[in-house]
């Protein structure tokens, strides 16, 4: 079955930077996108930005600058790097994998599977 | 501010029949099918819905979808107290080059 397993949660200090894990086993990694979400306490879902099956990525303007999305193929294991980490960075990240469905008369794309969250701590 | 809109809460009695609105634009409802997201309180986000009317294996045919122009729905009948959580739509958005969602709908089943 496929699952997506995260890395702990992590306390940071505003100004620096954290990576967060995820790894997938249970279906070809590289043959779906991998996506990272983000909610902070109490709020909605914030789309943070994918990596493409050819290692290409993509990500939210909110997130220009700060993000870098890696992966690791031989070990099924996607990264989030986040810098410049302030108090409004604090969040749980999910990772989940997107779906895409080009039939039908409009696009379809979609997260059909989730980790269990890494909740990043920012705090002085 | 979310670029999906809905309304922040909803409750029902057991039993009853719920619908939960999303409203966007035609950069992304209006030219994406939209998905619906139920988050059980303490867990991650599960797939609920997908491409407007499908539901995911597992999913109760108490759920249902639909979409018309720029607007989604998500309907929930026969509610049950194990539906209390939040509901988040979403979709790819075309302008913003992404995927949006919605500010998510607190559903109390009464």
């Known amino acids: 079955q496929v699952q997506l397993v995260q890395s702990g949660a992590e306390v940071k200090k505003p100004g620096a930077s954290v990576t967060v894990s995820c790894k997938a086993s249970g279906y070809s990694f590289t043959t779906y996108d991998l996506n990272w979400v983000r909610q902070a306490p109490g709020k909605g879902l914030e789309w943070v930005g994918c990596m493409y099956p050819n290692g290409g990525t993509g990500h939210a303007q909110n997130f220009e600058g700060r993000v870098t999305m890696t992966r690791n193929t031989a070990m099924s294991t996607a990264y989030l790097e986040l810098t410049n980490l302030t108090s409004e960075d604090t969040a749980v990240y999910y990772c989940?994998?997107?779906?895409?469905?080009?039939?039908?008369?409009?696009?379809?794309?979609?997260?059909?599977?989730w980790g269990q969250g890494t909740l990043v701590t920012v705090s002085s | 501010q979310s670029v999906l809109t809905q309304p922040p809460s909803a409750s029902a009695t057991p039993g009853q029949r719920v619908t939960i609105h999303c409203s966007g634009s035609s950069s992304n409802i209006g030219s994406n099918t939209v998905n619906w997201y139920q988050q059980l309180p303490g867990t991650a986000p599960r797939l609920l819905m997908y491409s407007d009317t499908q539901r995911p294996s597992g999913v109760p045919d108490r759920f249902s979808g639909s979409k018309s122009g720029t607007s989604a729905s998500l309907a929930i009948s026969g509610l049950q107290s194990e539906d209390e959580g939040e509901y988040f739509c979403?979709?790819?958005?075309?302008?913003?080059?992404?995927?949006?969602f919605g500010g998510g709908t607190k559903l109390t089943v009464l």
């Open positions: 989940t994998r997107g779906h895409r469905v080009a039939a039908g008369m409009f696009p379809s794309y979609y997260f059909d599977f």
């Open positions: 979403g979709t790819w958005d075309d302008r913003l080059n992404g995927v949006v």
